[in-house]
């Protein structure tokens, strides 16, 4: 079992940055895939970026290539998504997932679900 908790949401202004962090608890970290999601109010949950269980693929949402960044920690445990020029649109809870396998985009292919991070970014 995966246990997965993200920190670091917030309000912040247009413009600005913002960096998430997901702490996971389970065996093998490296084995598994970590993604971060994200649902705006009234809008289905969307894929945001993906990395890759040795960290050597990422792949990204068309909006937001760019400007957000993901990254994985296999020492730590820990994956992140800085988030920079962060627009209104961006305003969402954002959910960090992992999966064990290939890194893919759909989130029904992800078994592991965090509790969510609100993200809001007032114009």
């Known amino acids: 079992q995966v246990e997965l908790v993200e920190s670091g949401g917030g309000l912040v202004q247009a413009g600005g940055s913002l960096r998430l962090s997901c702490a996971s608890s389970?065996?093998?970290?490296?084995?598994?895939?970590m993604a971060w999601f994200r649902q705006a109010p009234g809008k289905e949950r969307e894929f945001v970026a993906g990395?890759?269980?040795?960290?050597?693929?990422?792949s990204y949402a068309d909006s937001v290539k760019g400007r957000f960044t993901i990254s994985r920690d296999n020492a730590k445990d820990t994956a992140s998504l800085q988030m920079n020029s962060l627009k209104p649109e961006d305003t969402a809870v954002y959910y960090c997932?992992?999966?064990?396998?290939?890194?893919?985009?759909?989130?029904?292919?992800?078994?592991?679900w965090g509790q969510g991070t609100q993200v809001t970014v007032s114009s």
């Open positions: 990395i890759s269980g040795s960290g050597s693929s990422t």
């Open positions: 389970g065996p093998i970290f490296s084995a598994y895939v």
């Open positions: 997932a992992s999966t064990f396998g290939p890194l893919v985009e759909q989130d029904e292919r992800f078994d592991f």
